[in-house]
């Protein structure tokens, strides 16, 4: 059974556009994430959500919306797309926020293509 | 300022043969815990080892040790006896106090891996 999954695994569309990624976690995990890794592999902190409230909204514009329904999901909005925003993103959570069971596992990422 | 320096951006090894992949941080928390993830040709992200500031010992996960010096502020990844599969991105990462970083991680540039036969 896969732990964390992301919906698509690809995506690719036009400037402009509006797409949403999905993630779900079955580890029964308390915290998720949303992470940004660019074209050189370089991976960073978007958002995080602990028990479906925000934790962290790391200066990512606001066209990027994170909706966390209940604990197991967090879905991530982007709005009017831009060339810069080609990357792959990544969901991840943790049981914890900080702790000795604050492991953070990763979903397969999602390669999001802006033409 | 970069939390995590990976100065090592390709390295070849020989199948085998152990590697030591280098990763320095910088922080004036006492409290952090020290990652080292995985990410094959194929993408995903894959969790090795961690290691707390406060373990006494030195983390070990199978084929994979982590050299913590605290002092100078490094936790090396050790992969002995590397296999082709091991060909990968290797990346270092920290989380920093709670309150500070609520949970994020920071992560290093990598270090590209290739095994050869």
């Known amino acids: 059974d896969t732990a964390v999954s992301q919906t698509p695994k690809y995506l690719v569309t036009q400037m402009g556009n509006d797409k949403s990624i999905k993630c779900e976690q079955n580890?029964?995990?308390?915290?998720m994430y949303w992470y940004k890794q660019d074209s050189k592999k370089f991976l960073k902190i978007m958002f995080s959500?602990?028990?479906?409230?925000?934790?962290i909204n790391e200066t990512v514009p606001n066209r990027f919306s994170p909706k966390s329904p209940d604990k197991a999901h967090l879905n991530l909005h982007i709005n009017s797309l831009e060339l810069g925003d080609s990357a792959v993103y990544f969901c991840?959570?943790?049981?914890?926020?900080?702790?000795?069971?604050?492991?953070?596992?990763f979903g397969p990422g999602t390669r999001l293509t802006v033409l | 300022a970069q939390k995590i320096t990976q100065t090592q951006p390709g390295m070849f090894v020989q199948e085998k043969e152990a590697v030591t992949l280098d990763c320095t941080y910088d922080?004036?928390?006492?409290?952090?815990?020290l990652f080292w993830y995985k990410q094959p040709s194929s993408g995903e992200m894959i969790f090795l080892i961690y290691?707390?500031?406060?373990?006494?010992q030195n983390a070990t996960e199978g084929r994979y040790s982590l050299n913590f010096q605290k002092a100078r502020k490094s936790a090396n990844l050790v992969i002995s006896a590397s296999q082709l599969g091991d060909s990968a991105m290797y990346f270092c990462?920290?989380?920093?106090?709670?309150?500070?970083?609520?949970?994020?991680?920071?992560f290093g540039a990598g270090t590209q891996v290739v095994v050869t036969p």
């Open positions: 991840a959570s943790s049981q914890e926020l900080a702790g000795s069971t604050d492991t953070q596992y």
């Open positions: 580890l029964g995990h308390d915290t």
């Open positions: 959500y602990n028990n479906k409230e925000l934790i």
């Open positions: 922080t004036s928390d006492p409290s952090y815990g």
């Open positions: 290691q707390g500031s406060y373990d006494q």
């Open positions: 990462a920290m989380r920093e106090l709670p309150t500070d970083s609520w949970g994020k991680l920071q």
